[in-house]
């Protein structure tokens, strides 16, 4: 049975929620424009696997409107009561580089104590790249959950503020190698005398994996 923008409709409408969910992932094949239409029902279903599939689905169909999109995602991010809808909503809205929505997701960021919710804003403001992320990611290098800070160091490279060479240094000698490989990958988009100073250093570091990503971002 082919798909079309009826057959998708219909299990929008339907009772089981999963056909409803099945009506989102169906939405892939057809025409971006007419499944960023069908796609508003779903961003407010009742079942929040629903809400969830759709509200990531926008991170793609989001450019058939930015302006609704926006909105949209704002309003799943500040309003919906399921943490990972939330988190779905600040990646979508990296993924769209909505700068627009940078002090909802600072206050989010604040007010949340799920670390999946902060750790969707933090990649969201490096996908972003927008300057005043910088004293939120620096900030969140400070997390007690290690993925929240790892995902700072990443998006501390991704802005790419030089500011943020300084605060990253000390992190390259962290007992962690996996904070060590990621301070690496981070180095690698600043071309400061310190930065390369430190992909130097890391390059000989005892971890494989740090030392070859620290070579790689070297150009060596």
Do not use: C
Not at 22 to 38: E, K, Y
Not at 51 to 79: D, I, K, P
Not at 110 to 134: C, T
């Amino acid at each position: 049975m082919s798909i079309t923008p009826e057959s998708v409709q219909t299990l929008l409408r339907s009772d089981n929620f999963g056909e409803r969910l099945s009506a989102v992932n169906q939405m892939r094949q057809l025409d971006p424009a007419v499944a960023f239409d069908l796609i508003q029902a779903a961003v407010v279903d009742k079942n929040a696997r629903v809400r969830y599939a759709a509200v990531s689905q926008l991170g793609s169909l989001g450019h058939q409107n930015l302006a609704l999109a926006l909105e949209v995602l704002r309003r799943s991010l500040l309003e919906d009561p399921e943490f990972d809808v939330q988190a779905a909503a600040a990646d979508s809205l990296g993924a769209l580089k909505l700068t627009e929505a940078f002090e909802d997701l600072h206050a989010v960021y604040n007010r949340s104590s799920e670390w999946i919710v902060q750790f969707s804003i933090v990649a969201a403001l490096g996908e972003m790249g927008d300057p005043r992320g910088f004293d939120l990611l620096t900030q969140a290098l400070q997390s007690e959950n290690e993925l929240v800070k790892t995902a700072a160091i990443g998006a501390l490279g991704e802005l790419g503020d030089e500011r943020a060479v300084d605060v990253l240094l000390p992190y390259a000698t962290d007992t962690d190698w996996q904070i060590r490989h990621r301070v690496a990958q981070a180095l690698s988009h600043f071309s400061t005398p310190e930065a390369r100073s430190e992909l130097e250093r890391l390059s000989q570091d005892e971890v494989s994996p740090v030392a070859q990503e620290a070579k790689q971002s070297l150009g060596s």
